[in-house]
């Protein structure tokens, strides 16, 4: 199995910009597709954005979509989430998450075996 920490959460301003990091450990990580999740006090984790094996494919959130980037670094492991713009309705804990496989359901928490801990995020307004 995967072992995924993440790192980079913090505190900033709205409109400023932070970069989170989640670093693998364990197996082959071009063998896994990376997502990264966000959870808010009293709602659901959902999506944010998603890479395939190679970096190739990319897809996000709606709400992200524009402001968000994700890429990943198979030589280092470790998959980014470059955060710009970054809005109040951001603030969250923040979750990479890994599978084997992408499927039509990639956007779905189910589809993802590994977790992280996840790193706090908090945008002042």
């Known amino acids: 199995q995967v072992q995924l920490v993440e790192s980079g959460g913090g505190l900033v301003q709205a409109g400023g910009s932070l970069t989170l990091s989640c670093a693998a450990s364990g197996r082959t990580f071009s063998n896994y597709v990376m997502a990264w999740f966000r959870q808010a006090p009293g709602k659901e984790r959902e999506f944010v954005a998603v890479?395939?094996?190679?970096?190739?494919?990319?897809y996000y959130a709606d709400s992200v979509k524009g402001r968000f980037t994700i890429s990943r670094d198979n030589g280092k492991s470790t998959v980014y989430l470059q955060m710009n713009s970054l809005k109040s309705e951001d603030t969250a804990s923040y979750y990479c998450a890994a599978s084997t496989s992408w499927r039509a359901g990639v956007m779905g928490a189910i589809e993802y075996a590994y977790w992280g801990q996840g790193t706090q995020v908090t945008v002042s307004s």
């Open positions: 890479i395939s094996w190679s970096g190739g494919s990319t």
